[in-house]
């Protein structure tokens, strides 16, 4: 039978705030990056998505514009236990 034996390690201090120093500048840098994107996408999409909206109203494309298609159909329900005949249709 095979025992597992656990060591206790000291690990040093400077180790440990190394560690968390690298982690809180990792994640500030991140966190930069993700905001400096944002404000220069942000505001180039909010223009082309409003270029895109005027020029779809002049041109008639617009969502209260557009005719709505409602596709009907009959269903036929297939169960592996009935035979051709017995199908039934909703």
Known sequence: ?????????RIP??????????????????AIIAA???LIIFPI???????AGLLGLLRGRGAARRQ?????ADYVVHHEGFEPDERRRY
């Open 13 to 30: 201090r400077w180790a440990i705030l190394l560690a968390v120093s690298i982690t809180i500048a990792l994640g500030l840098t991140l």
């Open 45 to 51: 999409m909010l223009v082309l998505s409003g270029a």
């Open 1 to 9: 039978m095979s025992r597992i034996e656990f060591r206790m390690v």
């Open 36 to 38: 400096g994107l944002f």
């Open 68 to 72: 709505i298609r409602v596709i009907d």
